[in-house]
């Protein structure tokens, strides 16, 4: 990834490049690196030898895994990190968690980022979870080599026995003493990030309480700079976030699909085989470093420097006033609806990251076109996503807009059948 200009794509077609806002705006964070994709598939090729070494895996309680938690740590002592190793058991054997933390910055303000290192018995796990393991295991050491001086403390986990009930990452989090899960300021996921048909989705916790890390604009950020489409999907407790989001500390992450199937239209927007799993060696003795794309491998590691580099080192900008439109609005078959907001009392433009609120009940979400108008009429487009209801908060570039006004909500009901309702949106400046 070097693009480093934010593009914003209106449906008019027309492309503009947002700047630097006209109002008053958070410290920059400096730019996070372009990690080197063949440095990640170094790692990825020594967790693949440890596996073909180790009998051909590198599960929990096998031999396999003890030596890639060897491995990372080993790289990461060497570059000045402060490693724990904390051990557990599940099924009888006994268990690794390894935690790292860069020794800078506020250690009562902590940003968490992980994924499991524990593949499963089948085979040596390189996608899963080798990809995450081993972007979190460059972006890490590019922190030391690169001397970064964060704000906030940056601890990495690589967890244990995940594929066995999540066990590792849960035992990690139960383990926190409420003061020191009270520090995490967000834990962001990273478990199969190189599928070899790949799908670029981004999850992220619902219902964030306002003022906390915006995880997930800070997940798509970077693939909005590539021009890369995201996906918001929705992993329930698939993967180790969910041990982190049961006790209230805001998650995201980053998945490129592992057993379901592409459909055509997202083949259209990421290439690949429509019809075809997005990791057809998903849990398989076929895991191994042929089942890698090279390119969502290296757009997801730059990701996660982009989130690392984000997260650590900006300070959270005062939250703008907030407006809200409670009214339901009917979307009834095949129409287009609008709800609109009125904004006042607002100096200059709308913030390059207003955060746009929606809550809507609707049978089949795909069915729906959502578009934010300002109130010069510029549209601001979201398509659905993969769920029913669509509840959630994203952001749109808006520094180009006046605030103050009539805004709109406009909803497109493109498909027959299902119906729903908008039951609430807001605009935080
Ligand atoms: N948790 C993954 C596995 O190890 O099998 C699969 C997965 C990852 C599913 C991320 C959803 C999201
Ligand atoms: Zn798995
Ligand atoms: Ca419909």
């Not at 980022?113 to 040596?124: C, E, I």
Request: glycine fraction near 12%; hydrophobic fraction near 40%.
């Amino acid at each position: 990834m070097r693009t480093r200009v934010f593009l914003a794509v209106l449906t008019a077609g027309a492309v503009i490049a947002i700047g630097t806002p006209a109002t008053a705006a958070p410290p920059v964070p400096p730019a996070a690196p372009d990690i080197p994709v063949a440095n990640v598939q170094a790692h990825l090729n020594q967790l693949q030898s440890l596996a073909t070494s180790n009998g051909g895996n590198r599960a929990h309680g096998r031999p396999g895994y003890r030596a890639s938690i060897d491995y990372v740590r080993a790289r990461l002592d060497a570059a000045g990190y402060v490693t724990t190793l904390q051990p557990f058991t599940s099924g009888g054997a006994t268990g690794w968690n390894l935690i790292a933390e860069w020794p800078r910055g506020d250690a009562n303000d902590v940003i968490m980022a992980g994924g499991h290192l524990d593949s499963v018995t089948a085979g040596p796990g390189i996608n899963d979870n080798g990809s995450g393991s081993a972007g979190l295991l460059e972006v890490a050491l590019t922190v030391a080599s690169q001397d970064l001086t964060p704000t906030k403390r940056i601890r990495f986990g690589w967890w244990g026995a995940e594929e066995r009930g999540l066990v590792g990452s849960t035992f990690y989090v139960n383990n926190l003493p409420g003061a020191e899960r009270a520090k995490i300021k967000g834990y962001v996921n990273f478990d199969m990030i190189g599928s070899p048909n790949p799908g670029y989705f981004v999850y992220s916790s619902s219902g964030q309480p306002a003022g906390s890390i915006e995880l997930q604009h800070v997940l798509e950020a970077p693939f909005v700079a590539m021009g890369v489409p995201t996906e918001l999907t929705s992993v329930g407790g698939r993967s180790d976030h969910a041990a982190f989001a049961n006790v209230g500390i805001p998650t995201g992450g980053l998945f490129t699909g592992a057993e379901v199937t592409k459909t055509s239209a997202q083949a259209q927007k990421w290439g690949g085989t429509a019809g075809q799993a997005f990791d057809r060696c998903y849990h398989a003795s076929c895991d191994t470093t042929s089942n890698i794309d090279v390119t969502a491998l290296d757009r997801n590691t730059d990701a996660i420097a982009y989130a690392i580099w984000t997260l650590s080192t900006a300070t959270t900008p005062p939250a703008g006033p907030r407006f809200e439109n409670p009214t339901d609005v009917a979307i009834p078959d095949l129409s287009t609806v609008e709800s609109p907001i009125e904004v006042t009392g607002v100096p200059g433009n709308a913030p390059t990251t207003l955060r746009v609120g929606v809550d809507i009940r609707h049978t089949y979400i795909g069915d729906l076109v959502v578009d934010v108008l300002a109130p010069d009429g510029t549209v601001h487009n979201r398509s659905g996503g993969s769920t029913d209801n669509l509840n959630t908060t994203y952001s749109v570039n808006a520094g180009s807009e006046v605030a103050n006004g009539t805004w709109r909500l406009r909803v497109r009901d493109a498909a027959r059948a299902d119906t729903g309702t908008i039951s609430a949106w807001s605009l935080q400046f």
